[in-house]
């Protein structure tokens, strides 16, 4: 290790692993979502670019959390937190569980459980 090189707390770089595994796991679960019949190719092919660019805006708040020590960043993926859960339990009195709301849920367990970290621990003064 050079001498010049800032080493990440723990609980930060759990967070860090914690948030791009459910980034990926979003990103896998796009094939196994069903589109109606009816609807036109253009609406499918904007709605993977609108979905692919959510979560590359995603990613990038993570490191600038992660790695740039943003503290409003990691409050932005706590809001963004929670308006997937909100989604979430409104898809699930609708239409209840299904493998892509199982998938859903488990990437805001992920999500969860990462954002927790970087409030808990060492991670606490990380943040400016």
Avoid: K
Wanted: hydrophobic share 55%.
């Amino acid at each position: 290790m050079r001498g010049d090189e800032i080493v990440v707390p723990e609980n930060v770089r759990r967070f860090e692993i914690c948030l791009y595994a459910s980034l990926l796991v979003d990103t896998l679960s796009f094939p196994f979502r069903t589109i109606p019949e009816d609807v036109p190719e253009s609406v499918i092919a904007m709605s993977a670019l609108m979905s692919a660019s959510l979560i590359l805006l995603l990613c990038h708040l993570v490191w600038l959390a992660a790695r740039q020590r943003r503290n409003w960043a990691r409050w932005l993926l706590v809001m963004a937190l929670g308006l997937s859960v909100l989604t979430l339990i409104g898809i699930l009195n609708q239409e209840g569980w299904s493998l892509v709301t199982v998938i859903d849920a488990a990437s805001a367990a992920l999500t969860m459980v990462g954002l927790r970290l970087s409030f808990t621990g060492d991670a606490r003064g990380w943040f400016v």
